[in-house]
C-alpha cells in the first residue's frame, strides 16, 4: 500500500531554530504577520527578520474565518485601505506564483428594512465616489443572482434590496497563509513556529528584544500581529490598548452541490453565507457578547444565526451542521482596526480588525511593513493610529461597514 | 450556553441576560478636569484580561437588575456573582463555584430553584442586590 502513495510534496518553508539577534520581529505568525513580514523582505528589504508563532502557523483566525472579501466600506479611509487590499488580492496569486482560489463571485448586503435600504445607498454612493464598485439591487435583481433567496414579503425580515460589489469574493484562506509562508521562506525569512512570546526586553522605553519559550531574542525592531491576544501582548510591554477580545463563531454544513452562486450577507439578521469551492455552505455569526479568549462561543448564538439562514435559504432546511468552531477577535469601539506605533519606542501594532481582518490582510501587511521599516504609517494606515481614541478623529464603521462588527 | 444564577430570580440561560462589559470603572469624579488623554481612557479602554475578569451583567428579561460577574475569559467558568458597589471578590480556590456553569447543563430552569448566590458569597457588608442600580456606573 505504501509504495502506490504519491511521494511527500515539498515542505512550503523551513522550520529554523530563532537566531540571537534580528532586524525586525513580528509576534503571530497569522496572515497578517506572515503578509507584513513578505512586505518587509519585498518592498523594504529587510529580510534578517523572523515570524514568531505560538502555535501553528495561521492556526488561529487565519483558520476559522469565513474568507470573506469585499471593500465597499463606508468612509473614505477605510474604503481606501480595503480597496487597495482588494487590488492586491486581485494580483496577488501571479505574485506569490499561488493560485489560493481567489473566486470573485460578488458580495451581497441584504437589505430587511426602510432604514437598511437608507443607508444601503447611502453607502453606495459613497462606494462609488471612492472608486469602489458597488451597486444597488432591487428584489427581483436580487432572486436573478441569488435564486435560493427567499424575497418573499411575508417573512419576518423580508429582502427588501441589497449593494452587491462584483469584485468582492472569497478565498482558500489556509492557500492565502501558505502562499505568503512559501514566499518569506525563499526571501530568508525565519518562519518560528512553536515559540511562544513570553515577555519583552526593553532599554528605557526602547524595546530591545523579546522573551520566548525558545529564549530571549534580540531585535531592532517589534512589530505585533496577534489579533485577539494583542491586548496580552501590549500589557507585557507596559501599554494599554482599546481593544475587547470576544469569541466569533462559524459553521459549515456537509458538501453540496453547488447551489449558492455568490456571498449573501445580513448585518440585520446576523448572518452571511457562501459555498466553499469544495461544496459546504459556510456560515458565520455575529460576536458573543461576553469578553473571551476560549476559541468558543455558546450555542444560542449559531441558534440564532440558522434559524436567519433557514428563513432567506429555505433550501437549507435539509442541510446539517458538520462543524461549527470559535476564533478571538479584536473588536475597537470604532469597528476600525489599529495599524501604527505604539507608546514603546521601535514597537509597532497591527490589531483591532476585528470580525473583518482576513479581507484586510494584504494592506494590513503592505502598510504595517511600511511603518515598521520607516518607522512613520504609510498614507493609508496614518488614519487607523491608536492615538485617533484621544483625538477623536474615529473611523467609525459601526453599522456603516455593511455588516455589524 | 452560560448558565447565570442571577442574584434576585436564580439560575437563568445566558439569553436573558446582557453583557455590560468591565466593572469597577467609576465615573470620573472631577470630568472638567481631564486631559484628552484621561478622556481618552474612560471612553475607549477597558481591561481586556485573559483569566479572571470582572464585569456587569444585566438581567434584562428578568429583574432587570443589574449585578457583577467574576468569570474566567479562557474557561469561562463563573467565580463569583455579587452585587453591585461591592467590592471585587477574592476567588476562593477551595470551595466549588456555585454561580453557573460555562457547561451545557441540563438544567436551565427558569423557576430560579438554585436560589440568590450572594447569600452564600462571605462578601462582607454586601448591600442588597435590588439597590443595584445605585452603583451602575461603578
Avoid at chain 1, 367 to 380: D, N, Q, R, S, V
Amino acid at each position: 500500500m505504501a509504495e502506490k502513495l504519491p511521494e511527500h510534496p515539498d515542505f512550503l518553508w523551513h522550520n529554523p531554530d530563532p537566531k540571537p539577534s534580528y532586524d525586525a520581529i513580528i509576534v503571530g505568525g497569522g496572515g497578517h504577520g506572515l503578509a507584513t513580514a513578505y512586505f518587509l523582505a519585498k518592498n523594504h528589504g529587510m529580510t534578517n527578520i523572523a515570524v514568531l508563532e505560538k502555535g501553528w502557523l495561521a492556526g488561529g483566525n487565519m483558520a476559522r474565518n469565513t474568507t470573506i472579501i469585499r471593500s465597499n466600506y463606508l468612509w473614505d479611509e477605510s474604503a481606501a485601505m480595503y480597496e487597495h487590499a482588494l487590488k492586491l488580492w486581485e494580483t496577488l496569486p501571479e505574485e506569490l506564483e499561488y493560485d489560493f482560489l481567489f473566486s470573485q463571485r460578488g458580495v451581497m448586503n441584504l437589505a430587511h428594512t426602510l432604514g437598511d435600504v437608507r443607508e444601503s445607498m447611502r453607502r453606495v454612493g459613497a462606494n462609488q465616489l471612492n472608486g469602489v464598485d458597488a451597486e444597488w439591487l432591487d428584489p427581483k435583481q436580487v432572486k436573478e443572482l441569488c435564486p435560493i433567496l427567499n424575497i418573499s414579503d411575508n417573512i419576518r425580515y423580508p429582502v427588501m434590496g441589497a449593494t452587491y460589489q462584483p469584485r468582492a469574493g472569497i478565498a482558500k484562506h489556509d492557500h492565502v497563509a501558505w502562499a505568503f509562508a512559501r514566499k518569506c521562506d525563499e526571501l530568508g525569512v525565519d518562519i518560528i513556529q512553536n515559540c511562544e512570546v513570553t515577555g519583552f526586553v526593553k532599554d528605557g522605553n526602547r524595546v530591545t528584544g523579546v522573551k520566548t519559550t525558545r529564549g530571549t531574542i534580540n531585535t531592532e525592531k517589534v512589530g505585533l500581529c496577534a489579533a485577539g491576544h494583542s491586548s496580552v501582548l501590549a500589557e507585557m510591554a507596559g501599554f494599554r490598548l482599546p481593544i475587547q477580545s470576544h469569541p466569533l463563531q462559524a459553521l459549515v454544513s456537509e458538501l453540496h452541490e453547488p447551489v449558492h452562486p455568490t456571498v449573501v450577507m445580513s448585518n440585520h439578521v446576523h448572518v452571511y453565507v457562501s459555498q466553499a469551492h469544495k461544496g459546504e455552505l459556510v456560515m458565520g455569526a455575529g460576536v458573543d457578547s461576553y469578553n473571551g479568549y476560549g476559541q468558543r462561543g455558546s450555542f444560542h448564538v449559531i441558534e440564532h444565526q440558522m434559524a436567519a439562514a433557514v428563513e432567506l435559504f429555505p433550501i437549507f432546511a435539509r442541510a446539517h451542521v458538520l462543524r461549527t468552531w470559535g476564533g478571538v477577535v479584536d473588536t475597537t469601539l470604532d469597528a476600525s482596526p489599529i495599524v501604527g506605533t505604539t507608546p514603546v519606542e521601535n514597537m509597532f501594532v497591527n490589531c483591532g480588525w476585528g470580525t473583518g481582518g482576513f479581507k484586510g490582510t494584504p494592506s494590513a501587511g503592505y502598510t504595517f511593513a511600511h511603518t515598521i521599516a520607516t518607522g512613520t504609517p504609510h498614507e493609508l494606515n496614518a488614519p487607523f493610529a491608536l492615538e485617533r481614541f484621544e483625538t477623536g478623529a474615529l473611523i467609525d464603521e459601526h453599522g456603516a461597514a455593511a455588516v455589524a462588527h | 450556553m452560560l448558565l447565570i444564577s442571577c442574584p434576585n430570580c436564580g439560575s437563568r440561560d445566558e439569553t436573558e441576560f446582557h453583557y455590560g462589559g468591565q466593572a469597577h470603572v467609576p465615573y470620573p469624579e472631577n470630568p472638567d478636569e481631564l486631559t484628552d488623554r484621561q478622556w481618552a481612557e474612560f471612553l475607549f479602554y477597558r481591561d481586556n484580561t485573559k483569566g479572571s475578569f470582572a464585569e456587569r451583567w444585566l438581567h434584562s428579561t428578568g429583574c432587570r437588575q443589574w449585578f457583577n460577574m467574576l468569570r474566567d475569559t479562557v474557561t469561562y467558568d463563573i467565580q463569583a456573582i455579587y452585587p453591585m458597589g461591592a467590592p471585587r471578590p477574592v476567588p476562593d480556590a477551595g470551595e466549588p463555584a456555585d454561580f453557573g456553569t460555562a457547561s451545557l447543563a441540563p438544567d436551565s430552569t427558569t423557576t430560579g430553584t438554585t436560589g440568590p448566590s450572594v447569600a452564600s458569597t462571605d462578601l462582607g457588608p454586601a448591600e442588597p442586590a435590588a439597590t443595584a442600580p445605585k452603583g451602575a456606573m461603578k
